[in-house]
Nanobody
Framework: VQLQASGGGLVQAGGSLRLSCAAS????????MGWFRQAPGKEREFVAH????????YYSASVKGRFTISRDDAKNTVYLQMNSLKPEDTAVYYC???????????????WGQGTQVTVSS
């Protein structure tokens, strides 16, 4: 599985962005997908994940209620809708694929290249 993340940019606090992650390959519907982020000088942290068939989703406490993860298997794409953005959401956002979803980055086998999200105050 090859992943290509897009949709990042510069937005003011309180604004919204939608990230997309397009996957190549025929196995997209059989994998779980996650979003992670990494701010300068910090470790990569879990944001959200979604299971195969979108039956289960899970969010970190810091984004729950503001972010929504979804997937469209017909388009081989996973999305992250980010609302009410805060300056502390500033980071490079990565999508990742795994056989089974987890908040642990090490459980993911495939990673996209990352897309920068900057939230100004």
């Amino acid at each position: 599985v090859q992943l290509q993340a897009s949709g990042g940019g510069l937005v003011q606090a309180g604004g919204s962005l939608r990230l997309s992650c397009a996957a190549s390959g025929r196995t997209f519907s059989s994998v779980g997908m996650g979003w992670f982020r990494q701010a300068p000088g910090k470790e990569r942290e879990f944001v959200a994940h979604i299971s195969r068939s979108a039956t289960n989703t899970y969010y970190s406490a810091s984004v729950k209620g503001r972010f929504t993860i979804s997937r469209d298997d017909a388009k081989n794409t996973v999305y992250l809708q980010m609302n009410s953005l805060k300056p502390e959401d500033t980071a490079v956002y990565y999508c990742a694929a795994a056989a089974s979803i987890s908040p642990t980055p090490g459980n993911y086998n495939y990673w996209g290249q990352g897309t920068q999200v900057t939230v100004s105050s």
